[in-house]
């Protein structure tokens, strides 16, 4: 009995021994196997598309980095992945999908595109080869030529993008031709006057104010009260979800605007983030009395970027960045050094505007929700970024909606050769229109176009035209002869002649 015991004994020890080494053995094999994995994942990748780089996964965006840029990946995490590049300011977060293992060449990462330039005509509009000095009235008509130089270094643009980037028109957010009105803050008291008006015309679409220029909020916002402070205004609308529920009701797409980077109620709140005017150490104010933050600075990306996605879940269709842009007519103070913008990444303007964008564009995808930009007119048939970071191509290239605001009054005495552009909307808004559809051709995939269009009149310029019902008309027909369908009407008090919408 004794010896069966042990016999037992004996056999049940074997076994056990066995399998402790057969788990130890699999338990080597599975350890082998990360180790392998480890050892044959890319320890360096490219970046495939510009991108931002965060300080978290969900936290602030740190600095760029451009297509073809060579980093090391120091850590995943699920679809992110933690980067480094040789120079120790640029690591951080970054989605996977922007990494390739695939060594982009140069005319790759930054192509060559065409130049809208002005080309000499005689009277009878035939293009001439040299322009004629001593003639006051030279003619001339603006065309896409091809070049044999990089773009980027001809108008000192930087490390701009022109190659593609992924943009979709999303199923749960359908976009058709929208002819839109601006509703300002103050309108919003009278919605459903707006709303019985759109049933009567053409408009289906609304253009709110998310964010206006003084900082004024739509909607009870935790991102503002939480950067605003003493500074945060109650909002306009106290129960936004019915607000919207309304809108959507009536079938308005809603476009929510924000005044980016001309924010008096964010420049008081937080004097470490503006353009310093160091006449007189406050920050930059153009004639409206109204501060400017500095587009450098990665916390007013991060300040706009969380209002919108706000807005997204609240329901906004689409957000429409405004002032997107460096002010204007400031090269004498730039030249002699009054204004301190904090560049920390050595960006030139174009460069750290199509930055903030491609962030915006990559943040609201997530929610299915567009993109679009206000650029300034002249922008359009400007070869270069008018010292306000505006580029067209650069833009075009980034957003899902481009908006010119092409208004007649805005341009100069001689553009198209019309004496007075404001008195001839249809002329000048169907030349402009063509020129920006031959800016548009430059890209693969460029941003629909969709301009803004005069609902107001200019009497600060001399021989003004009153804009009413048929210079409404003019301008809209001069569009669609030439393929636009969708326009947004501008009028700061909104008010409009409905007659010149139906």
């Known amino acids: 009995m004794r010896k069966i015991k042990t016999i037992i004994f004996s056999s049940i020890l074997i076994v056990a021994i066995f399998f402790i080494f057969k788990i130890k053995d699999n338990l080597c094999l599975k350890k082998e196997t990360i180790i392998q994995k480890e050892v044959t994942s890319p320890s360096t990748m490219y970046i495939s598309e510009l991108t931002t780089l965060r300080e978290s996964i969900d936290g602030k965006p740190k600095n760029s980095l451009i297509i073809g840029t060579l980093v090391n990946i120091l850590k995943v995490d699920k679809n ?8 120790s300011n640029y690591k951080g977060w970054a989605e996977q999908k922007y990494l390739t293992e695939v060594k982009l060449e140069d005319q790759d990462i930054f192509q060559t595109i065409k130049v809208l330039t002005d080309i000499p005509v005689d009277n009878d509009g035939n293009e001439v080869k040299d322009l004629d000095q001593n003639n006051s009235n030279q003619k001339f008509i603006k065309k896409i030529v091809n070049t044999n130089f990089d773009i980027k270094e001809l108008y000192q643009l930087g490390d701009v993008q022109f190659k593609s980037i992924n943009k979709q028109l999303y ?3 359908p976009k058709k031709d929208i002819k839109a009105i601006y509703i300002s803050l103050n309108g919003m008291y009278h919605v459903d006057d707006y709303i019985d008006m759109a049933k009567k015309t053409n408009i289906n679409a609304f253009v709110l104010d998310i964010k206006n220029d003084r900082g004024r909020i739509l909607f009870e916002s935790p991102t503002a009260r939480k950067n605003l402070g003493d500074s945060y ?7 936004i979800e019915t607000f919207i529920k309304k809108l959507k009701k009536n079938n308005i797409y809603l476009i929510g605007r924000i005044s980016t980077f001309k924010d008096e109620s964010y420049a008081v709140s937080n004097k470490n983030d503006i353009i310093l005017d160091k006449r007189y150490n406050r920050a930059y104010q153009d004639s409206d009395k109204i501060s400017w933050l500095s587009p450098y600075n990665r916390n007013t990306w991060y300040y706009n970027i969380e209002l919108a996605k706000e ?6 269709n689409e957000i429409l960045f405004d002032y997107v842009r460096f002010p204007d007519r400031v090269q004498n103070l730039e030249k002699n050094s009054k204004l301190v913008y904090n560049n920390s990444y050595s960006e030139t303007k174009p460069e750290v505007i199509q930055r903030f964008l491609k962030y915006a564009h990559d943040e609201l995808a997530k929610k299915e929700v567009y993109i679009a930009a206000s650029v300034f007119g002249q922008i359009g048939i400007s070869k270069n970024d008018e010292n306000i970071g505006q580029h067209w191509e650069s833009i075009s290239n980034i957003v899902d909606f481009i908006n010119p605001m092409a208004y007649p009054s805005h341009y100069a005495e001689g553009t198209y050769g019309l004496k007075s552009p404001d008195n001839n909307p249809f002329t000048l808004l169907n030349y402009y229109t063509k020129d ?19 609902g107001f009149s200019a009497p600060w310029i001399k021989n003004y035209r009153s804009y009413k019902t048929e210079e409404l008309k003019e301008q809209i027909k001069a569009l669609r002869v030439e393929g636009l369908h969708s326009y947004l009407v501008w009028n700061a008090s909104s ?3 409905w007659d010149g919408l139906k």
């Open 436 to 454: 920006v559809i031959l800016r548009n051709n430059n890209l693969e995939n460029p941003a629909i176009i969709e301009p803004w269009i005069q």
């Open 495 to 497: 008010r409009y002649y």
């Open 80 to 87: 992110w992945v933690y980067v480094s590049t040789n120079d």
């Open 311 to 316: 807005a997204a879940d609240f329901g906004f």
């Open 171 to 173: 199923k749960n957010n």
């Open 233 to 239: 205004i109650r909002p306009r609308i106290k129960n």
